[in-house]
């Protein structure tokens, strides 16, 4: 059984620029979510999809937006980057509502 | 307020000690709750579930107190290994929406 895999590992962005983020869930989960982790912080969600649709957000801008994709991959997309953008950017995954997450290792993603 | 609050430590313990960790949520009407473990520049680790009535795992206890809002992790016989940061994890509305408190780290000291 595969886990949770998310690409690229490590990114350099300038600030203004766009980013796409991806993530392949664990095999049978088709509830992902996406959580933004800056240095000694804990995890902040975006937002979850469940089979394709959005299904809740947290207080993120607009500019950061998702997809889901049939097989329950799923991307992250953030437009007009910022110097706070940069952060570790993890994908975690679910079977069902009420389970526990299992995480990817996640996209450490810097902004200049 | 914060919807999940932790004492961010850190806590330094010998090892053998016993320690606990408190969390608090702000919405009464969570469903879930989760104890994850993240390791330095890792992902999180779900370490345990939390049940209404409380449940143990080997060395861990987790306890839920929904009238006060709060859960707990105990560790027993704290091993060097245990070093990390421990993250509460509450869903607080319908559906799977997951929120994490800053995490505890503790450190377990030879």
């Known amino acids: 059984e595969t886990g949770v895999t998310q690409s690229p590992t490590h990114l350099i962005k300038t600030r203004g620029q766009q980013v796409t983020l991806r993530c392949s869930s664990q095999s049978g989960h088709n509830t992902v979510s996406w959580y933004q982790q800056a240095l000694g912080q804990g995890p902040q969600f975006i937002f979850q999809?469940?089979?394709?649709?959005?299904?809740g957000r947290g207080n993120f801008p607009p500019r950061f937006s998702g997809l889901q994709f049939p097989n329950y991959s799923s991307e992250l997309n953030v437009n007009a980057l910022e110097l706070d953008d940069s952060a570790l950017y993890l994908c975690?995954?679910?079977?069902?509502?009420?389970?526990?997450?299992?995480f990817g290792s996640g996209t450490r993603l810097t902004v200049v | 307020r914060k919807e999940v609050e932790q004492d961010p430590g850190p806590f330094n313990v010998p090892e053998g000690a016993t320690v606990a960790f408190n969390c608090t949520y702000s919405?009464?009407?969570?469903?879930?709750f989760f104890w994850y473990r993240q390791d330095c520049r890792k992902e999180p680790k779900l370490l345990m579930s939390?049940?209404?009535s409380g449940n143990e795992d080997g060395r861990f206890t987790a306890q839920l107190n929904r009238a006060s809002q709060y859960i707990s992790l105990l560790i027993r016989d704290s091993k060097l290994s245990d070093s990390a940061t421990y993250l509460c994890v509450v869903n607080m509305y319908t559906g799977n929406q997951f929120y994490f408190g800053t995490g505890t780290s503790l450190t377990v000291i030879p």
């Open positions: 939390v049940y209404s």
């Open positions: 919405n009464s009407a969570s469903q879930s």
């Open positions: 999809y469940y089979r394709e649709e959005e299904n």
């Open positions: 975690a995954s679910s079977p069902e509502v009420n389970y526990g997450y299992t």
